[in-house]
Each structure stands twice: as C-alpha cells, then as structure tokens.
C-alpha cells in the first residue's frame, strides 16, 4: 500500500487565492520530507527540503514566500501556495525519506493546481 | 552539487525484449541509486534500487547495475510487457542522505505490441 499520502488530488483555484497541499507519512515517522514541482514532460524539480520543527531549506530561485511550508510533525508537511497566478499551475509532489526503510525515499500520489 | 545524466530521453521496444536505460552522475559521494517508474498523472513509484556498496541488483523482471568508478548505473527490464511502458527516472543522492534526490531528465518507454 501507498507509504505517502498527498491531498488534494486535483485542486483548481482563482488567481490571488492560496491553497494548501498536504503530505502525510503513513504509519511511520518521515525524518526529512521534499516537494517537488513538475511540468508536463519533463523531470522533477525539488523545491525545498523540510525537517520536521525546523524551517524549510529553498532551492535556488524558489520563493519562499510564496511556497510556505510547514512541517508541523513527523507524518504531516503542508506546501500552502500563496497568491497564486496561472502560472503556478503545475503538478506538486512530495516525497519523505523513512530512517525505517533505510533512508529511502518514497513519493506522495503527487496533485494537480489549476490556477484560474 | 550533483548532476544526473540519462540517456536514451526515448526509447521504443518490441513487447518480450529487454530494455536498457543508462545513467551516469557527477558526484563521487553519491551513495543511493534509485529509480521510479511514473506513469501519466500519478506520482513517481520506486521500482528498484541500490546503494554504493552492491554492483548489481536484480528484483525479477528488473536489474540495476552500478560502476561506481565509471559513475554510471543502469536499469534494466527483461521480458518487456505492456505495462512497462512509463517514464523512468533515474536518481543519486549525496551528502550522506540529508541532501534530496537529484533526478535524471527521464526516459519514456514505449513497448510496441
């Protein structure tokens, strides 16, 4: 079964709204969590990493306020996209490394933002 | 920081034949291989990986081999079936684990029936 949980599945909001993705570790404790941004056809871009209690670490070029991230606990990370613009329209994923699993890394279902 | 690099970016197959994706990386620390298979509109899904201390790993249909003194891995899928065809990607990471994944661009397979 599925060890990461994203949601929304599919998200479709106007321009200056923001909207909150959820990532969530499945009966275990994720140690470190990443976002990622992908467009059609091409690979993925990680956003930032983000430890749990701690603040986030941004890639180069993303804005931070823009993409606030929140990992409030071990098995929960929320990436809240502020203000948001059509060009914000992408598909989010997020992924958590599990200590358990040797430190493998596994991927959420991933969700589709529509900025209208 | 480090770089992936995957080749072929396409790659078409007839339905029973092997299919190889090569990878190679820029990072002599990079310690952990994975690769995830993507199909359309979903997540990416760890289908195999393989940590610096293994040259080969094999799970059925699937194998990775790894050189790391050429700095290069490879996936390779045998008996190619139908629901093979996906994106894959292939994936490093360093800096002892705390780092995230570094992707390689992506190969999309196609097995023709």
């Known amino acids: 079964g599925a060890v990461v949980s994203q949601h929304p599945s599919r998200v479709i909001c106007k321009s200056g709204t923001s909207v909150k993705i959820e990532c969530r570790s499945l009966?275990?404790?994720?140690?470190?969590m990443f976002w990622y941004r992908q467009f059609p056809k091409q690979s993925l871009m990680l956003m930032a990493t983000?430890?749990?209690?701690?603040?986030?670490?941004?890639e180069q070029g993303v804005e931070k306020d823009k993409f606030l991230i929140n990992h409030a606990s071990l098995t929960l990370s929320t990436l809240t996209v502020t203000s948001a613009h059509p060009e914000d329209s992408s598909f989010y994923i997020c992924?958590?490394?599990?200590?358990?699993?040797?430190?493998?890394?596994?991927f959420g279902e991933g969700s589709w933002l529509t900025v209208v | 920081g480090e770089n992936v690099e995957q080749h072929p970016s396409t790659l078409s197959v007839q339905e029973g034949d092997s299919a190889v994706i090569k990878c190679t990386y820029s990072?002599?620390?990079?310690?952990?291989f994975p690769w995830y298979k993507q199909e359309l509109g979903k997540g990416p899904q760890l289908i195999i990986d393989?940590?610096?201390?293994?040259g080969e790993k094999k799970d059925q249909r699937i194998a990775v081999t790894l050189n790391k003194t050429a700095k290069h891995f490879s996936l390779h899928i045998t008996e190619t079936q139908p629901e093979d065809s996906a994106v894959y990607f292939c994936?490093?990471?360093?800096?002892?684990?705390?780092?995230?994944?570094?992707f390689g661009k992506g190969t999309h397979l196609i097995i023709q029936p």
């Open positions: 992924s958590a490394r599990f200590s358990t699993f040797g430190n493998t890394i596994y």
């Open positions: 009966d275990f404790q994720a140690t470190t």
């Open positions: 983000s430890n749990e209690g701690s603040k986030a670490t941004y």
């Open positions: 990072d002599s620390a990079s310690n952990y």
């Open positions: 393989i940590r610096s201390n293994v």
């Open positions: 994936a490093a990471i360093s800096g002892g684990g705390a780092d995230g994944l570094t």
